[in-house]
């Protein structure tokens, strides 16, 4: 962090530590502060005018909003892991609170949202205040925050897990997330596109794209958690994000999205029940100043479509402003190649009111507009046409605006949200005067000056912030002119037609310069050791491996899904990328007395598992609390068909393997695959702290940390003859000092949220500013 950020930050702080003399109250999770009075003349009028609210629902909805947002969460990861997290929610902690009362309040059981599939969202009225003080709660608060960590569980609010949903994701889809920091609803993206765990590698991807570079690397911290190979984060602005090429069938094509997510930047008054500062910030010139930022985001967006994709639309504002006429202008700048869809059958027991296709606009100052032919010149440059709807009806009634969405916070106690689902019918009207580029001679122009050759990918800008929404440049950049034809080489061209695309901004360079990403050839030196090590099937995709130094020896291999590769190689001087591939190998210099200097990365261990027919151990429910909750536990604690297949093992890097038994319905029902160290005499887990403690509850070891004292992690389970509890501190007797094959210290060190990178950047990443993963979803200023 820059000494100008520190400053900034220490001037923040009053007498009593908190920033701006502000203290929390016992409002529920992200809710504000409670000095801020929740009240808004402006607002209340505002809305009472347009009536998105029907009639005598007002006061409730008012009150709705004065009330903190129940806490809210969401089981992550794959399907199998999913459930199995439910069962152990479902089965333990809620039973052991449905019926206690704390301070004078009773506290209800969690209660699933109704709409959202399988039971995997849940929300509850507990506040983070008695969340974080009852020592009735504390198993269930460190079961929070422990799984949180892991990324088996997300904070997120109920109204922003929507968006993904609509998109309807299926496993070969090309997905853009335009706005995508800080992340919630990217992990879900990922998780729909792995649906199927036995498909390591599916055939779609997620490129996530944020405009600040800093919150990227929060975005990065997010993916990093579900270890998928099939998603990149990119750093552009959304409003100009570059087009990418692809190689298909030996021909360079533009990439076209089949599912978009366009969650853009907006006022976020439908936040107000947990950022509760917009009570006194809100006004209606925030929405004057944004619209125009969105509108060019949706117009990019629609414009990466592909044909018969669909991208959906959404802010947690209320305003239709920055909502219904915003869709409007972009139905009809799309001449019909657009439609809105109809999801009103979609997410059955979700509540939401239709779009408006009546409103009227207010300037901060309580003037009232109803059309453009009212705004005086002088308001010319705040006010646009687009704000308005459309004055003829027929046109109003063919837009069908009412199939958008509003969620009104008094209906099923959420925020506010907008959503509209958009249907790609036919290319875009400025886009079909450009026939579809197939040649590397007819790439449009690169959005930024090409970079020294030594740079593979440079850091390209994210490009202006919302108030600097003013200074759009003067060029227009339609996609891919013909080879030879005089609109590529003439100066800036005129503004397109009424149907044209806003114009593109420039872009600035600045934000972290990333490290390359040098994919490895099949005859590369380290794989012959590797293959033969881990007796890797003739399929492994080794041409999908990565790292990220040029020189030097590797410290870390990464892989990338095919597609993805493809994405890399054919656009390493039109996009920014901040992070892709998942970590799958980490090199250790003492492997290589026992054949291999790789040793496997827990990280990547499913991605891997598919292609490894060596080095492979089978192990109960019993090994896995052994391995789990003991340092270096001796071969012989092991049971008697894992012992017997590690002492057939040679030294060096291995997998424990779980398969579930059908028949045992107590155990665990879901694969569990750990990487381990057989040493000389003991072995070993490799798995990071907080992954620990996920896989051990699942195996019905029960893991708490002790609040008094020295707040030691322990794990504990009622002991069974006799037996003394398993725990989670080192066993002395277990820990052979003579062991020379126990693996580098640094293994255990790992941090979850390591970025890949060689060299000196792997320890400079997790200090970086602006890379503190503490942010929700809707923080996002949306």
Known sequence: MGKRSRNRQKNQQDRNGKPDGRTRDNAGWGAGYSEIIKENKLFEHYYQELKIVPEGEFEQFMEAMREPLPATIRITGYKSHAK???????????????DLEIDGQKIEAPQALSWYPDELAWHTNMSRKILRKSPLLEKFHQFLVSETESGNISRQEAVSMIPPLLLKIESHHKILDMCAAPGS?????????????????????????????????????QAKRLNSPCIMVVNHDASSIPNLLVDSNGKREVLLY?????????????????NIDVWKKWSTSNSLQLHGLQLRIAVRGVEQLAVGGRMVYSTCSLNPIEDEAVIASLLEKSEGALELADASDDLPGLKRMPGMTNWKLMTKGGEWYTDW????KNLHTQIRPTMFPPTDPDKLKSLKLERCMRILPHHQNTGGFFVAVLVKKAPMPWNRRFPKIRHREAEAPPPCPTPPAEEPLPAAAPGAKPEEEGEAAAEDTPPGPEPGDPAQETAPTAKAAVCGPPPSKKMKLFGFKEDPFVFLTEDDPVFPPIQAFYNLSPAFPKLNVLTRTHEGKKRHLYMVSKELRNVLLNNSERMKVINTGVKVWSRNNDGEQFGCAFRLAQEGIYTLSPYINARIISVSVEDVKVLLTQENPYLSKLGSDANAQAK??????????????????????????????????????????????????????????????????????APADGDPEATLTEDPEAT?????????????????????????????????????ATETDEAKGS
């Open 84 to 98: 199995e997290i439910l069962h152990c929610l479902k089965e333990k902690y809620f039973k052991e609170i449905q």
């Open 648 to 717: 057939q093992l040679a030294m060096g890097s291995i997998v424990l393997k779980y398969k579930p038994d059908p028949q045992h319905a107590d155990a665990p029902q879901c694969p569990i695959e750990l990487c381990g160290w057989r040493g000389k005499t003991s072995i070993r887990a490799f798995v990071p702290r907080n992954e620990r403690f996920h896989y051990l509850r699942m195996v019905g070891v029960e893991v708490f940390r002790e609040k008094q004292g020295r707040r030691d992690d322990q794990a504990r389970e």
């Open 185 to 221: 609803k990217t992990a879900q993206l990922i998780e729909m596109l792995h649906s199927d765990m036995d498909v390591p590698f599916p055939e779609g991807f997620v490129i996530a794209n944020d405009v600040d570079n800093k919150r990227c690397y929060l975005l990065v911290h």
């Open 373 to 376: 032919s009212e705004v005086p």
């Open 258 to 274: 089949d599912r978009i997510l366009c969650d853009v930047p907006c006022s976020g008054d439908g936040t107000m029940r947990k």
């Open 736 to 772: 052979p000092t003579e062991d020379p094959g126990k693996a580098e210290p640094e293994a255990d060190g790992e941090a979850e949220g390591d970025l890949p990178s060689d060299g000196e950047a792997d320890e400079n990443n997790g200090s970086a500013p602006g890379r503190d």
